[in-house]
């Protein structure tokens, strides 16, 4: 699919974004670049797993779903995450970024087995949304504002929509919603660690 592509694209667009910045950045910082830049190649890789493993039976199918998967639930909270930690000075070590992933990957299957996951998905959705918002208010300049905010929003309409009462809507819009959301966001974090980084 044509967006498939375009995901994949913004995918790698913005993980250069956050390796080219990462050269000159503090120590502290820069693991926030490398989480965000290994949450946005688990969207490239699933983005390329929809375009690349077509039909192949019931084993392509169930890997489509775990890389889609790691893609929402492991990848799109990291880089909130990021965000939330560039926001708020809080800088993890390795062994904590490590732990919350694998606290993602428990309530994701708690939530699954309790029947939980699409209010699961909304909330986090609507979180991964909030997050972006409210860097929003701590960015300095009116094109990284409108960054976050239109990373945030678009990121909750590409997660949450498909879980809403609504009417169907043309198939690329979501991916296309998420596909612009990923540059955004690099914008926006790029920003925030400049102006949080030592003078």
């Known amino acids: 699919m044509v967006s498939d592509g375009v995901v994949l694209a913004a995918a790698l667009v913005s993980a250069g974004l956050l390796l080219r910045q990462s050269e000159d950045t503090p120590a502290a910082q820069s693991l926030l670049l490398k989480v965000s830049r290994l949450a946005l190649l688990g969207v490239a890789l699933a983005a390329l797993s929809r375009l ?6 019931q084993d ?21 995450s990021a965000m939330l930690g560039a926001t708020l000075r809080w800088y993890w070590s390795k062994a904590g970024w ?13 939530c699954r087995r309790m029947g939980l996951g699409e209010a699961y998905t909304l909330t986090l959705g609507g979180a991964i949304g909030l997050v972006l918002l409210g860097a929003a208010l701590r960015l300095r300049g009116i094109l990284p504002r409108l960054a976050a905010v239109g990373s945030g929003a678009l990121f909750a309409v590409a997660i949450c929509t498909p879980r809403l009462p609504l009417p169907p809507l043309p198939e690329d819009l979501l991916p296309l919603a998420l596909a612009a959301a ?6 926006a974090l ?10």
């Open 190 to 199: 790029l920003n925030q660690l400049e102006r949080a980084a030592p003078r």
């Open 182 to 187: 990923l540059p955004l966001f690099a914008i």
């Open 98 to 110: 490590g732990r919350w992933l694998l606290g993602l990957f428990a309530l994701f299957e708690l």
């Open 52 to 57: 690349t493993l077509s039909d192949g039976g």
């Open 60 to 80: 392509i199918a169930t890997l489509r779903r775990m890389l889609d998967n790691l893609a929402l639930y492991a990848a799109l909270p990291l880089l909130a």
